[in-house]
Nanobody, 127 residues
């Protein structure tokens, strides 16, 4: 089992920044690929960003490319999502997810590809 706890959400004005954190416990964190997803009211959960277990590869949704940065600190068992130039359409509940990644060649961008999920943190961007 892997337990994931997100933090760092909040209310911010358009153009502002937030940094989300996801703290992991329970298994060897540096064996897991990590992803961030978000779900806005009335919409399906969508992929935001992901990072390989080694930190060597990252992947972003087109909607956040150039504005968001995913990173990880394996010594702290934590993955981060730095969000800059936020827009009202970024408003959603953001959740981190984990999947055992040492045997995977690529990065998973689908929700069903991840085995463990956090409870989510609310991000609200006002116009």
């Amino acid at each position: 089992q892997v337990q994931l706890v997100e933090s760092g959400g909040g209310l911010v004005q358009a153009g502002g920044s937030l940094r989300l954190s996801c703290a992991a416990s329970g298994r060897t964190f540096n064996n897991y690929d990590m992803g961030w997803f978000r779900q806005a009211p009335g919409k399906e959960r969508e992929f935001v960003a992901a990072i390989k277990w080694s930190g060597g590869s990252t992947y972003y949704a087109d909607s956040v490319k150039g504005r968001f940065t995913i990173s990880r600190d394996n010594a702290r068992n934590t993955v981060y999502l730095q969000m800059n130039s936020l827009k009202p359409e970024d408003t959603a509940i953001y959740s981190c997810a984990a999947t055992l990644g040492v045997h995977l060649l690529g990065i998973i961008t689908t929700t069903r590809g991840y085995d463990y999920w956090g409870q989510g943190t609310q991000v609200t961007v006002s116009s």
